[in-house]
């Protein structure tokens, strides 16, 4: 039997990188999957066709705007009025953002805040609410190294994401108590569109802190995520774990 057969799995932002990565793992160990996304893009839309194909499973994509609360609380009522259960929760989608301390407008701030730190509290609170009825869930949240290491450049998105350990930690002890366990994960540099997109000299100085000296994949972080949501870490809530090659 796969890990998480009969079990349905919300997880943000999976429409390419890591959360694409989550999603069709969680779909290959039998979940049924709500990808939420910001739109829906051809590519997307024919990966999820082979995803139902190949697994055997139902995916759904509902989509909503981070940045505009309304348009998340109308999903969630969409949920509920049609009675679906959610299992799991993945709070992976983000946005990137770099910037030196004095360089930075507290807009840019609030706007990153908004997106990686704020909406994914009313998704957590939205989603934690269906998991107390059901007296289990699973949450996971997808931190980053940035929020851990001392680096110039990560006031704004090194913030949002330490503010996601704070959630996980707060969230973890608040919803044990209704069987619901809630851990996160910090990734290092792995291989995708936005670990792409930084300086090339901060990527070399980041392999260069690591044990292994490479990227890691979006596969690698997807598998540790899936252990986390599955009944095999089933003694395992607020804690963080770093995916990084050792830095």
Same mark, same amino acid.
């Given at each position: 039997?796969?890990?998480?057969?009969?079990?349905?799995?919300?997880?943000?932002?999976?429409?390419?990188?890591?959360?694409?990565?989550?999603?069709?793992?969680?779909?290959?160990?039998?979940?049924?999957?709500?990808?939420?996304?910001?739109?829906?893009?051809?590519?997307?839309?024919?990966?999820?066709?082979? /995803?139902?194909?190949?697994?055997?499973?139902?995916?759904?994509?509902?989509? +909503?705007?981070?940045?505009? %609360?309304?348009?998340?609380?109308?999903?969630?009522?969409?949920?509920?009025?049609? =009675?679906?259960?959610?299992?799991?929760?993945? $709070?992976?989608?983000?946005?990137?953002?770099?910037?030196?301390?004095?360089? *930075?407008?507290?807009?840019?701030?609030? %706007?990153?805040?908004?997106? $990686?730190?704020?909406?994914?509290?009313?998704? *957590?609170?939205?989603?934690?609410?269906?998991?107390?009825?059901? =007296?289990?869930?699973?949450?996971?949240?997808?931190?980053?190294?940035?929020?851990?290491?001392?680096?110039?450049? /990560?006031?704004?998105?090194?913030?949002?994401?330490?503010?996601?350990?704070?959630?996980?930690?707060?969230?973890?002890?608040?919803?044990?108590? +209704?069987?619901?366990?809630?851990?996160?994960?910090?990734?290092?540099?792995?291989?995708?569109?936005?670990?792409?997109?930084?300086? @090339?000299?901060?990527?070399?100085?980041?392999?260069?802190?690591?044990?292994? =000296?490479?990227?890691?994949?979006?596969? @690698?972080?997807?598998?540790?995520?899936?252990?986390?949501?599955?009944?095999?870490?089933?003694?395992?809530?607020?804690?963080?774990?770093?995916?990084?090659?050792?830095?």
């Amino acid at each position: 039997m796969k890990r998480l057969s009969g079990k349905t799995a919300l997880v943000t932002g999976c429409n390419r990188g890591i959360g694409k990565a989550i999603a069709e793992k969680f779909a290959s160990e039998g979940a049924n999957l709500i990808c939420a996304v910001r739109d829906i893009k051809p590519a997307f839309e024919a990966e999820i066709a082979v /995803w139902r194909e190949r697994f055997g499973v139902e995916v759904n994509v509902v989509c +909503f705007d981070l940045a505009n %609360e309304q348009d998340i609380k109308e999903v969630f009522k969409a949920l509920n009025r049609e =009675k679906r259960v959610v299992d799991i929760l993945v $709070n992976n989608a983000a946005v990137p953002a770099g910037g030196l301390l004095l360089m *930075t407008p507290t807009h840019v701030v609030k %706007e990153v805040m908004q997106v $990686n730190f704020f909406s994914q509290v009313l998704i *957590t609170q939205l989603a934690a609410k269906m998991m107390v009825k059901q =007296k289990h869930g699973a949450i996971v949240n997808i931190s980053s190294v940035t929020a851990l290491d001392n680096q110039a450049g /990560w006031t704004a998105y090194g913030g949002s994401k330490a503010a996601m350990i704070s959630l996980t930690h707060s969230a973890a002890s608040e919803l044990a108590a +209704f069987g619901i366990r809630v851990n996160a994960v910090a990734p290092g540099l792995i291989d995708t569109e936005m670990g792409r997109q930084m300086d @090339e000299r901060c990527q070399a100085e980041m392999l260069s802190r690591s044990c292994l =000296k490479r990227k890691g994949t979006p596969e @690698e972080v997807a598998n540790l995520v899936c252990f986390l949501a599955s009944d095999e870490a089933s003694y395992i809530t607020g804690q963080l774990i770093r995916i990084d090659g050792g830095m």
